[in-house]
């Protein structure tokens, strides 16, 4: 479901939503940008054991190894791709459209001793310069909520070799999205420049549309929920801090924003492995298969 225009949701827009919110992400969450994986409420490992615990989860499910070429789409600081290159051996292109992020990304690699594998470039995942045929895997941890997925997802299979495998990690609706729950929705969805919010099952058939086989879907939601609720609680143990930087009243407005969203019942996460099949030739099969589903 779309949720911005895309003049909103504008690669620019994009980049400024989080030049805004980074700073705040990296000092409170810590410089991997996504969900911590909790076993179970009992367990009480700190943010960052639990975001470093879900990194490696999505990567496994990579199957890559030595001279395999990864695709991270939407790479952040970089923590993803170093990993996957330090723990598989793969060669990594990492892109994400905030210089910033590049930056800080490229560093942590050289810093990593992994620039020789990790190649980190700044690039709009709308207009992605990669021929078809060109990654055994591509990564996405959170980042299609920035794209509109019946776009990406082609653009995807394209550039994936035959069998090679998309893994997307991210936030979804559970269920069908009334105005209600939309409202609900809309300043978290401002925040952060959100274009499009899908449940598991359009996911599914867009990857299918694309050409893509679906191989696993693990709904993670009863592991990663409490993320948001953590952060808003480390958030307001220094709130003055926030204050100073950001001002009073927005201060309160950001911790409130990231707690009402960790309260809506309505959204859940999932892990999905689609893979572009063995049998693949080329270009040709996404628009065979969309015939025939017309038919």
């Given amino acids: 479901m779309s949720v911005n225009d895309a003049a909103v949701a504008s690669c620019d827009d994009v980049v400024r939503a989080y030049t805004e919110i980074a700073p705040l992400a990296l000092r409170y969450w ?3 940008l996504h969900y911590g994986f909790w076993e179970d409420a009992h367990d009480t490992s700190p943010i960052e054991v639990a975001v470093a615990r879900l990194t490696a989860i999505v990567i496994e499910r990579l199957r ?3 001279g395999g070429h990864v695709l991270d789409l939407g790479c952040g600081y970089g923590r993803p791709a170093v990993e996957v290159a330090r723990t598989t051996g793969a060669r990594v292109t990492a892109v994400d459209v905030d210089p910033g992020a590049v930056a800080a990304a490229a560093e942590h690699a050289h810093r990593a001793g992994l620039a020789d594998l990790v190649r980190v470039a700044r690039c709009d995942g709308d207009d992605l310069p990669f021929p078809e045929n060109s990654f055994d895997a591509v990564l996405s941890f959170e980042s299609t909520p920035h794209f509109e997925i019946g776009e990406l997802y082609p653009r995807i299979r394209r550039m994936l070799r035959p069998g090679g495998r998309l893994v997307v990690e991210t936030p979804v609706f559970r269920e069908t ?3 209600e729950l939309q409202k609900r929705v809309a300043d978290f969805f401002d925040l952060l420049r959100i274009r499009s919010f899908e449940t598991t099952e359009t996911h599914h058939e867009t990857a299918r549309r694309s050409g893509l086989e679906i191989v ?7 592991h990663v929920d409490g993320s948001f609720t953590r952060l ?3 958030l307001r143990r220094h709130e003055d801090e ?3 930087d950001y001002g009073a009243a927005e201060a309160g407005r950001l911790i409130d924003l990231f707690a009402d969203w960790g309260r809506v019942a309505e959204i859940g996460a999932m892990i999905m492995v689609a893979r572009r ?3 693949d030739a080329g270009e040709g099969r996404g628009e065979a298969e969309e ?3 017309r038919a």
Avoid: M
């Fill in 242 to 244: 926030l204050a100073a």
């Fill in 216 to 222: 696993e879907t693990v709904d993670i939601t009863r």
């Fill in 177 to 179: 999205v009334t105005p």
């Fill in 277 to 279: 099949a063995p049998e």
């Fill in 291 to 293: 015939a025939r589903n």
């Fill in 232 to 234: 808003a609680q480390r």
């Fill in 30 to 32: 810590g410089p991997e």
């Fill in 64 to 66: 890559v190894g030595a």
